[in-house]
């Protein structure tokens, strides 16, 4: 892509950019008086404005209802959660049975691993990245332990070679072949959280399968970032929280995906809970546990109207805007704040600036990132952070020494690119 550091250029980019008015479906923060430069919509996505409406239907209906408002509501609650399923499906490339929206992420996890990790003495092992987000390191940990296994010796990460920051995928299948006899799982994030490197999702499942185990991944920072195809890649078991790309408030009720080979399988082992038993016996008060056929067998409670009618209101955004369009332009502007960077980088080094003090140290492939760029500190510390920040641009950081970055097509700029490089020169010279 031939880009320019410009303003000029920038703006052009947004004249010809076709899901520019999205921008304006958000509330955009204003912090200490001063309008931001968004880059954390990895770790909470920005409020939509329709979510408030979205809420009030609710917040009225509960009023105005009370326990009627189970079935008699503008949206009745009693089956609530299935007006999000297709939403939730298209986005991430599954069929409508294959998805409920239920929980938390790590909780989710939890109960897919009842179902999807029964080790024995034979296969006990979980291939995993190394670095992994620490919930997830914690999920797994205790699964292995509850089974009575050592997680030292059940849990493979596969690490970046040495001196390098991403997971080459060649070393991701040699590890999943040497340890082929003991596999029970494959499990991964879908991206990373810390460097956004993407894995080929269909490949590690292939893999898996070829070595008798199954594979699983943790889609909180993939959902709503990158297009998937969950169902025809054969993935057996996914989950990934709403709060991030997916915008739908801090904590939110989360998601899940399980292939129909699975869904469809009522005998599968799992926790149980009333939401999971079959719909039309539910309020017969029996005893004895029968799941539903499909992911809502898996759901325990009835669902919080509250947060769903919030996340109901983002899934609406992104059926229409759609995934490829969404992909396309994450793209582009992704590409423009590694052009910028590297732009910047360069200036300073001809202007006799002898270290730039920041690296890119995510994916310079698109194919192989989201929108998030990881940037690691080299001889500097947490305070050119802080000064980030400072000047008006939300990131995160990630000990020890990551700066995270997240351009979101829904509602970035390429102006907020552009003014993001003025900011970064100053600071770095
Ligand atoms: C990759 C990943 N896994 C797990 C979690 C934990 O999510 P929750 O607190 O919703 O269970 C997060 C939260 O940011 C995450 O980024």
Redo the contacts with the bound molecule.
């Keep these: 892509m031939d880009f320019v550091n410009s303003l000029e250029h920038a703006r052009k980019l947004d004249d010809s950019d076709p899901l520019k008015h999205f921008r304006n479906k958000f509330h955009h923060p204003v912090i200490k008086g001063k309008k931001v430069i968004y880059y954390a919509g990895n770790?909470l996505g920005l409020m939509p404005k329709s979510s408030k409406a979205a809420l009030d239907i609710e917040l009225d209906d509960w009023a105005a209802l009370a326990v009627e408002g189970h079935f008699e509501a503008t949206n009745p609650w009693y089956n609530y959660h299935q007006l999000l399923s297709p939403l939730m499906a298209e986005i991430i490339g599954a069929k409508e049975s294959e998805v409920v929206c239920m929980n938390?992420?790590?909780?989710?996890?939890h109960l897919l691993f009842v179902s999807f990790y029964r080790p024995d003495q034979q296969r006990f092992k979980i291939i995993s990245e190394s670095r992994?987000?620490?919930?997830?390191r914690y999920m797994l940990e205790t699964q292995v332990k509850f089974h009575g296994f050592d997680p030292d010796e059940a849990i493979i990460e596969v690490e970046p070679r040495e001196g390098e920051f991403l997971i080459r995928e060649d070393d991701i299948l040699e590890v999943i072949e040497q340890n082929r006899n003991e596999l029970a799982l494959v499990f991964f994030?879908g991206v990373n959280?810390f460097t956004g490197q993407w894995f080929d999702l269909q490949k590690l499942t292939t893999a898996a399968h070829n070595a008798g185990a199954l594979a699983g991944f943790?889609l909180?920072?993939a959902a709503g970032n990158m297009p998937m195809q969950l169902h025809d890649w054969d993935i057996d078991f996914a989950a990934w929280?709403s709060?991030?790309y997916l915008n739908s408030g801090a904590?939110n009720v989360?998601g899940v995906f399980i292939h129909e080979k699975h869904a469809e399988n009522t005998d599968l082992p799992r926790f149980g809970g009333w939401w999971g038993h079959d719909k039309e016996r539910r309020f017969l008060m029996e005893n004895h546990f029968q799941p539903m056929k499909g992911a809502e067998g898996w759901q325990l409670s009835n669902a919080p109207i509250l947060g769903m009618a919030v996340k109901k209101a983002s899934l609406e955004i992104f059926a229409e805007a759609g995934m490829p369009a969404l992909r396309k332009k994450s793209i582009k502007l992704t590409a423009y704040l590694e052009f910028i960077f590297r732009d910047i980088f360069e200036q300073l080094k001809k202007a006799g600036v002898a270290n730039t003090k920041l690296k890119i140290i995510s994916p310079t492939d698109p194919h192989s990132r989201g929108c998030q760029l990881s940037l690691k500190l080299i001889g500097a510390d947490k305070s050119l952070f802080d000064s980030i920040v400072e000047k008006g641009i939300i990131a995160d950081f990630r000990e020890p020494d990551v700066i995270r970055m997240a351009p979101v097509p829904l509602y970035n700029s390429f102006e907020d690119i552009y003014r993001t490089g003025v900011i970064l020169k100053a600071l770095l010279s």
């Design positions: 770790s938390s992420l790590t909780t989710n996890l992994m987000f620490p919930s997830d994030g959280y943790d909180a920072h929280c709060y991030k904590g989360a």
